[in-house]
């Protein structure tokens, strides 16, 4: 367990007046403060160690105790206890959370206390710190599907805290999309309401499609014959194969767009994108001796 | 406007300890909105958390309704910017698949 020094965290010095502190603590608070930096994760730990530093240096008792024993905390039974005791309410915590993280804005006020802290003060801060939330708090939780998954809408149930949530996912969902289910996070205080839950959508590409809102591509690779003369060729679209006539004279990169081939329109039940598939001429390699002589008389020709 | 969503502006402030003229003035910049029903001032709860957002800016920051207004149309050109600058990342990432 590593020693805090919590008046390097406020940037004071050991003799600062209670007004240095709270001045200190405010000026900094604004500058990393959750509601300020939305997502940003570095700016949360940032102010959960200020606000950590806060609720010991601004409390007459704590700062007290802290200059006293603070650079000798050492691994006494005191430790000892109050790190099973915070072990237990992990545990319970996590137990609790079914592997859902609290986030957003409200996340830092059930914000983690380092080990030294909990250790000297047991546990949460001991000047109570901010007041408790009206509205519950929000939940955040991350999916990972693949493409083809979200190929068509999709029903799942999750189980958050015990209790089973009915997710529709519609076909077409973005990576990274958020969908937000409205009063399933935290239970609210005081007749609040509840949180609401977002889930974030990681969606894993295992196709060899590439994907751009609702439209797909694919390159093709066409040989040299084909692309002169033409032909067909049978292309994989997302839900089955298509012919497709390769007029003669095909140029490389030639694009063809096949109109509703792509993928769902997100909330737009039967609306496809485009399919745009582009060729590829493929050269032979390793001629013969007869195709380079014939290539040659070719050659002539032109 | 369902009255089972709304929530007497009076329970946030006993909730929270702050006068309800802070969440008044609030509504005369336009920052949030209050509803008149029966004589009686709610919000609507999809506002609450912002309104949250905005005691906390006010108590734990003291920063002063005018400095709220501020800082929250720059949290709003942010997401926006955020939105765009993710959007376009994509795009990059799609083209430079493509040119390989």
């Not at chain 2, 929270?16 to 509803?35: N, V």
Request: net charge neutral; glycine share 10%.
């Amino acid at each position: 367990m590593d020693f805090v020094d919590y008046y390097k965290i406020l940037g004071i010095k050991k003799d600062a007046s209670e007004k240095d502190i709270k001045k200190a603590y405010r000026k900094l608070a604004r500058k990393y403060h959750p509601d300020l930096n939305p997502g940003d994760a570095k700016a949360e730990q940032k102010f959960k160690q200020i606000n950590e530093a806060h609720e010991v240096l601004g409390n007459p008792e704590n700062r007290k105790k802290y200059d006293k024993y603070g650079k000798d905390w050492m691994h006494g039974e005191e430790y000892e206890k109050a790190r099973q005791q915070q072990q237990q309410q992990r545990q319970a915590y996590q137990q609790q959370s079914g592997g859902f993280t609290g986030g957003g804005s409200q996340g830092f006020s059930e914000g983690d206390f380092s080990d030294f802290f909990e250790s000297m003060f047991g546990g949460r801060g001991a000047t109570g710190g901010r007041s408790s939330q009206f509205k519950g708090q929000d939940l955040r939780a991350e999916l990972q599907l693949n493409l083809t998954d979200v190929f068509q809408t999709q029903k799942q149930v999750l189980t958050i805290n015990g209790e089973k949530i009915r997710l529709t996912i519609p076909a077409g969902i973005e990576d990274g999309q958020t969908i937000k289910i409205k009063g399933k996070g935290a239970p609210g205080m005081n007749n609040g309401p509840n949180g609401d839950l977002f889930i974030e959508f990681n969606i894993v590409n295992n196709t060899d499609f590439k994907r751009d809102g609702q439209h797909l591509y694919k390159t093709i690779d066409l040989d040299l014959y084909t692309a002169l003369l033409g032909g067909e060729l049978t292309v994989d679209t997302f839900d089955g194969k298509v012919k497709l006539k390769i007029a003669p004279e095909t140029e490389n990169e030639t694009k063809v767009r096949l109109s509703g081939k792509g993928f769902p329109v997100y909330k737009k039940e039967g609306s496809f994108g485009d399919l745009i598939i582009t060729y590829q001429i493929k050269i032979p390699k390793n001629l013969s001796e007869k195709e380079k002589a014939l290539f040659k008389e070719l050659q002539k020709l032109r | 406007m369902e009255k089972q969503n709304l929530i007497l502006i009076q329970s946030i402030c006993v909730h929270y300890d702050i006068d309800q003229s802070f969440l008044r003035e609030l509504h005369s910049i336009g920052r949030i909105e209050i509803y008149f029903l029966e004589e009686k001032e709610f919000i609507h709860e999809e506002h609450v958390g912002e309104i949250e957002k905005m005691i906390r800016m006010y108590k734990d920051l003291n920063v002063n309704i005018e400095g709220i207004d501020v800082v929250f149309n720059m949290l709003e050109k942010e997401r926006q910017l955020k939105e765009e600058l993710a959007d376009l990342k994509r795009q990059l990432q799609f083209y430079r698949e493509n040119t390989k």
